[in-house]
């Protein structure tokens, strides 16, 4: 069982800055992929961004590539989510998940992850 807790999220201008830090409770963090997935009212939840068991991998949304970088500390059971140059239409709520598979195509599939937090709200004004 992994518990995931999402913070850092608020309100912040077009071109501005965020980071979203995702805490996952349990001994087994680095044997998750982990993903930032975001949503909107009405919308269905989207990826973000995925990074493998070690961090040595990455893998973007092509809405987001070169703008948010994902990372991970396992010592920390941390995952993260630089986001940088943000626009308005990247307001959502944001929630990590915790999947136990690495490839392009689970990445970024919701059915891939085994675990979810609460979510975090972004709001980027303009």
């Known amino acids: 069982q992994v518990q995931l807790v999402e913070s850092g999220g608020g309100l912040v201008q077009a071109g501005g800055s965020l980071r979203l830090s995702c805490a996952a409770s349990?001994?087994?963090?680095?044997?998750?992929?982990m993903g930032w997935f975001r949503q909107v009212p009405g919308k269905e939840r989207e990826f973000v961004a995925a990074?493998?068991?070690?961090?040595?991998?990455?893998y973007y949304a092509d809405s987001v590539k070169g703008r948010f970088t994902i990372s991970r500390d396992n010592a920390k059971n941390t995952v993260y989510l630089q986001m940088n140059s943000v626009k308005p239409e990247d307001t959502a709520v944001y929630y990590c998940?915790?999947?136990?598979?690495?490839?392009?195509?689970?990445?970024?599939?919701?059915?891939?992850?085994?675990?979810w937090g609460q979510g975090t709200q972004v709001t980027v004004s303009s």
């Open positions: 349990g001994r087994t963090f680095s044997s998750y992929c």
């Open positions: 998940g915790a999947a136990g598979v690495w490839d392009s195509t689970a990445v970024v599939t919701i059915s891939s992850y085994y675990y």
């Open positions: 990074i493998n068991w070690s961090g040595g991998s990455t």
